[in-house]
């Protein structure tokens, strides 16, 4: 079973430009989060979508940052323009539906540089 | 305001000895809490849960943690430590009220076992 997958893995863009992350979760985990970790701070929530309805983005820092997830597979999110603060390692985690324990399978991040 | 506290930003020990990375939370109510770890160039993978029960739970690769009520501790354990040990360890709880995967971590301890 192929694990949760982020696109790219590194980033590296200038303060003003757009990028795009994407993740693609487990097949069949409807349940998918974004995460963000900060200069070596806490990993902070973003988001979270079951399948392709916002559940709960409390976590999304401003309105430079847009998630979609259409038809429920796969997901992105966009930051545009980004900032220098918006620099960090962004996290896709899934899980099944019925799995509210707090278990997440994890992907191995993006890490995005705005200079 | 919810959190979670990892005191030590690096933990050092030697092969064979005993480890303990410490966790501390600020949540009301009954959390469940967790351990990440993440090895070099992977994604984060959950390595055990408490919720409910005996206060010390097992988890993956001979890991223990003690859940302490009245300290709201969650110290990692390990009676033996192995250099492939060395990685970045989270901890995480999930609030008593949420039933997703919204998890508050910590800021991580990076584990280094020497030879």
């Known amino acids: 079973e192929a694990g949760v997958t982020q696109f790219p893995s590194h980033s590296v863009i200038e303060k003003g430009q757009t990028v795009t992350l994407r993740c693609d979760p487990i097949?069949?985990?409807?349940?998918l989060y974004w995460y963000r970790r900060v200069m070596g701070k806490e990993i902070k929530f973003l988001l979270h979508?079951?399948?392709?309805?916002?559940?709960?983005e409390s976590g999304m820092p401003n309105n430079r940052f847009l998630a979609e997830r259409t038809g429920g597979t796969y997901s992105t999110l966009k930051v545009q323009p980004a900032e220098l603060e918006d620099s960090g390692v962004y996290f896709c985690?899934?899980?099944?539906?019925?799995?509210?324990?707090?278990?997440?399978?994890f992907g191995e991040g993006s890490r995005l540089t705005v200079l | 305001a919810q959190s979670v506290a990892q005191p030590e930003d690096q933990v050092n020990v030697a092969e064979g000895n005993p480890l303990t990375v410490k966790c501390t939370y600020s949540?009301?109510?009954?959390?469940?809490l967790f351990w990440y770890v993440q090895y070099p160039n992977r994604g984060l993978q959950f390595l055990l849960k408490?919720?409910?029960?005996?206060?010390l739970v097992k988890g993956s690769y001979g890991f223990e943690a003690e859940f302490n009520k009245s300290q709201t501790s969650f110290h990692l354990k390990k009676p033996s430590a192995l250099v492939s040990d060395s990685a970045l360890y989270f901890c995480?709880?999930?609030?008593?009220?949420?039933?997703?995967?919204?998890?508050?971590f910590g800021q991580g301890t990076t584990l280094q076992v020497k030879p």
């Open positions: 979508f079951v399948k392709e309805s916002k559940q709960d």
């Open positions: 949540v009301s109510g009954n959390p469940y």
């Open positions: 408490y919720i409910t029960g005996d206060n």
């Open positions: 097949s069949g985990h409807d349940n």
């Open positions: 995480a709880v999930r609030p008593p009220l949420s039933n997703t995967g919204k998890l508050i």
């Open positions: 985690a899934s899980s099944h539906r019925g799995a509210n324990t707090g278990e997440l399978f």
